[in-house]
T-cell receptor, first 114, second 115 residues
């Protein structure tokens, strides 16, 4: 069975600081990996995805993530946080024996302070 | 492309009542998914359709839950005899299946409160 672990249910950064949200997955075969963002009372918006090819993936709003197979990780980063980045972020895995459904982590709430 | 839409956005019901939610996917998408999200948790998979065929159901989907996609377009999720534990956000997603890059796009969700 696949699983996703997001370390840190709450992360707080200062505006302009580096954002690092951690995601580790378990899968018997290389999966497809996703990061979604959720604003209050809204659905999920796709930030970026890794399927095959280049392991450094760039997404919207200046976010990027790097797939590291040896570490089974897919951490999300952004060089400089903005107030508008405050939201909940979910890492998800698809495939790798789990079929087409997405398996999500429990989420990380990002707070951005002045 | 108007995105995935869900109706209603909010539903308050009394325990024991039946409720039905609707999801309209992105028009050319052949796959449609339902997820449930409770407070402080990530979404959990419930079921998915490819066209009108329901291909997978989670163990979370008890006998009180039923989903349909009769013409391969919109879908409905019905919960019979609601319980307080059914209170959650119900999310619908759609995708254009058929390859590894299958990406799911989510609707705004229906928030269910069972009193």
């Amino acid at each position: 069975a696949q699983s996703v672990t997001q370390l840190g249910s709450h992360v707080s950064v200062s505006e302009g600081a580096l954002v690092l949200l951690r995601c580790n997955y378990s899968s018997s075969v290389p999966p497809y990996l996703f990061w979604y963002v959720q604003y209050p009372n809204q659905g999920l918006q796709l930030l970026l995805k890794y399927t095959t090819g280049a392991t450094l993936v760039k997404g919207i709003n200046g976010f990027e993530a790097e797939f590291k197979k040896s570490e089974t990780s897919f951490h999300l980063t952004k060089p400089s946080a903005h107030m508008s980045d405050a939201a909940e972020y979910f890492c998800a895995v698809r495939g790798g024996g789990g079929g087409n459904k997405l398996t999500f982590g429990t989420g990380t709430q990002l707070k951005v302070e002045l | 492309d108007t995105g995935v839409s869900q109706n209603p956005r909010h539903k308050i019901t009394k325990r024991g009542q039946n409720v039905t939610f609707r999801c309209d996917p992105i028009s050319e998408h052949n796959r449609l998914y339902w997820y449930r999200q409770t407070l402080g948790q990530g979404p959990e998979f419930l079921t998915y359709f490819q066209n009108e065929a329901q291909l997978e159901k989670s163990r979370l989907l008890s006998d009180r839950f039923s989903a349909e996609r009769p013409k391969g377009s919109f879908s409905t999720l019905e919960i019979q005899r609601t319980e307080q534990g059914d209170s959650a956000m119900y999310l619908c997603a759609s995708s254009l299946g058929g390859g590894g890059t299958d990406t799911q796009y989510f609707g705004p969700g229906t928030r269910l409160t069972v009193l």
